[in-house]
């Protein structure tokens, strides 16, 4: 068991008509269940308000909901400050894959919150504070008391399925709030009730602010992914609108609202491979939970104990931690009734077919999370998940894929490299007048680009189009699978050859040297795949025939260094994007060693083509463009000096007069 405060008597175990066992804590410390537990907590609360909230006292446990291992199986820890979810951690996922792992072992299943020391003190999730319009009813932190707490049991009165908390106000008002595990899923069902006497009648709404969330922690060591995020999901013109806030160490600024409209669909946090995002219950109420959630904003807040270990890092900040909160509009009870919403904390993995089935209001945050190149992605995770199903492992699916993408481009790269060729060999017989008119205008730069573009159309050695294609084909799809392996859930743990995480890059020893260098700075690991991929990348460089063009020659000498670059861009990158990049530098290099010697390039020079209207306008505008140069040029000769150069004339002749 793990206490956050001191734990008390133990409570006296009482029976339910519902068939669920619950355990009680009142401010007597004596037993009670369902309304009598309401009954005698409001009976011995102060009824001034400058008397303060009356608290329950300490109490915090943890418990395993459901069978360990199987889906929608927690380890919880509640507490009674505040009466919060103080940690949650996934019995079914890992932190780890390696072999010290011990699936029965808690200290490596997966964190989904943890509790946080902040500036007001320890605080966790499925917070409950009141907003303006309960303030009367409310007067003080509900984060900050001891609630009153009942566990709520199985039939089989053993489990454990969940914990109700409740707290009477100063002003007679019960709130409540109940969490229980959903068998067979990942969520758990949440609902917050009112009842009591407060004394109105109206049933006028009141506003609270509710946290789904708070200390989710990143569940990688990807520098290029942000975590974790506040999200908030709308409904807008009939399309489901996301808007984030990431973690921002500097706090600038705390807090603010998300655009995504009135009718919120979810809210919550979440990190790059897990989720904790409430929405209203699918339940016979549920336009009247829909009704209540309103006006989602986000927080960042402070870790205290982290800038207690790391002083000189938490001097720029340390805002390590992002939650939203709900706003909850709530109708006051009539005396004597209950009113209750019901909401459902999605609490698992971002696995697409489980994440959209939960809600398929879910699926756009993973599309959000692919970026600009969404559809890419997802076609290209659809189609390693296809061969991950034929080959059962993902490495070898990379490599399918890879091969794969590389086959589809093969003839657009063919045809382009024909096109080039051909066009190589005719600039082979043209280059000697170019050197010609280079050196006879070579005081003339006017004449000489004029020369050279009579000769460039008479001969039509304009480079052709085609040459540009398979860039502009390939460049979409290196960036769809760039995002697609930066958050694919199914690369997470997925081990090939050396590599134990996919999703991570490979590790292949500790290092621990700061290199003080941008980009780089401490290599904790020696990396092999990125190192592999540079050397692969310069290779195949070597082995493109050189172009005869001096300015492509050029180009070629600059381009040999970008392997160097993207290498220390990539080299803490997932090892997946790295795994592609091999495998397509060793097709490109088969395609250059091997292909082109089988079934060689037709370089023999095209014959020169008819103009079509596309040339005729481009020929048509040059010779517009050179006739409208020349005329300019005979204007300017027949002015003779400026007025300008007149005017500087002139002053030598005052200044002697002077």
């Known amino acids: 068991m793990l206490f956050l405060f001191p734990k008390p008597d133990k409570p006296v175990d009482s029976g339910n008509p519902s068939g669920t066992n619950t355990e009680s804590v009142t401010p007597g410390g004596g037993a009670a269940s369902g309304e009598n537990a309401q009954d005698g907590g409001a009976a011995e609360v102060a009824t001034s308000l400058s008397a303060g909230p009356d608290q329950a006292e300490p109490w915090s446990e943890t418990f395993v909901l459901g069978d360990i291992g199987q889906v929608g199986s927690y380890q919880a820890t509640f507490s009674s400050l505040g009466g919060t979810l103080a940690e949650l951690r996934l019995t079914d996922y890992y932190t780890t894959n390696k072999e010290e792992l011990d699936k029965a072992d808690p200290k490596f299943w997966m964190p989904l919150v943890k509790p946080v020391l902040t500036e007001t003190g320890m605080r966790g999730s499925l917070g409950l504070q009141p907003g303006p319009s309960a303030k009367d009813l409310v007067p003080y932190d509900l984060e900050q008391i001891h609630w009153n707490h009942e566990v709520l049991r199985g039939i089989d009165g053993e489990s454990v399925d969940g914990v109700r908390f409740f707290h009477t106000t100063s002003a007679g008002l019960t709130l409540e709030k109940t969490v229980r595990r959903i068998p067979g899923k990942h969520s758990l069902q949440v609902e917050i009730a009112l009842s009591g006497t407060t004394g109105v009648t109206n049933n006028a709404p009141v506003s609270f602010q509710f946290i789904p969330a708070l200390g989710v922690p990143k569940s990688s060591s990807d520098q290029y992914y942000t975590e974790p995020q506040a999200r908030a999901c709308g409904l807008s013109d009939g399309d489901w609108e996301i808007d984030s806030k990431q973690v921002d160490p500097s706090g600038d600024p705390t807090f603010g609202g998300f655009g995504v409209g009135e009718e919120l669909v979810y809210v919550g946090v979440d990190n790059k491979y897990f989720a904790l995002l409430l929405h209203p219950a699918p339940d016979a109420q549920l336009e009247m939970n829909r009704a209540a959630l309103k006006d989602a904003s986000w927080s960042l807040i402070k870790d ?63 599309r959000e999370d692919l970026g600009f190149f969404d559809g890419i992605g997802t076609f290209l995770l659809w189609v390693l998940n296809m061969f991950h199903a034929l080959v059962g492992n993902w490495g070898v699916a990379i490599i399918l894929l890879t091969v794969t993408v590389r086959l589809a481009l093969f003839p657009f790269n063919r045809r382009s490299q024909t096109a080039m060729a051909k066009h190589a060999t005719k600039m082979k017989r043209v280059q000697p007048r170019i050197n010609d008119i280079k050196e006879k205008y070579k005081n003339d730069p006017r004449k000489l680009r004029e020369e050279q573009t009579k000769i460039m159309q008479q001969e039509g050695a304009f480079p052709p189009l085609g040459g540009c294609l398979p860039p502009l084909v390939q460049i979409p799809i290196f960036f769809g699978l760039f995002s697609a392996l930066r958050v694919a859930f ?169």
């Open 490 to 658: 199914d690369l997470r743990h997925g081990s090939f050859l050396w590599i134990d995480d996919l999703s991570m890059p490979d590790r292949v020893a500790h290092l621990g040297i700061n290199t003080h260098l941008p980009f780089i700075g401490v290599l904790d690991w020696l990396n092999i795949l990125p190192i592999l991929m540079v050397v692969l990348w310069v290779l195949q460089q070597k082995v493109m025939p050189k172009p005869t063009d001096p300015q492509a020659q050029q180009m070629q000498k600059m381009m040999m260094w970008m392997p160097v670059v993207f290498g220390v861009f990539l080299y803490n990158y997932a090892a997946g994007l790295s795994l592609y990049m091999v495998t397509s530098s060793l097709f490109g290099i088969f395609e250059y060693t091997i292909v082109r010697k089988i079934w060689p390039l037709d370089e023999t020079e095209a014959p020169k083509k008819t103009k079509g209207k596309l040339a005729k306008r481009w020929t048509t505008m040059m010779e517009e463009a050179q006739r409208m140069q020349e005329q300019k040029a005979k204007a300017n000769k027949g002015r003779g000096p400026s007025q300008k150069h007149v005017q500087k004339k002139k002053n030598p002749g005052r200044k002697d007069s002077k």
């Open 304 to 366: 205290l104990e982290w800038a207690e270990k790391k002083p000189e890092e938490a001097a720029n900040g340390a805002y390590h931690h992002a939650f939203s909160q709900a706003g909850l509009n709530l109708r006051l009870p009539p005396e004597g009734e209950r009113y209750a919403w019901n909401y459902v904390l999605y609490a698992g993995p971002k696995e697409r077919h489980e994440f959209e089935a939960a809600l398929p209001a879910h699926g756009q945050l993973l």
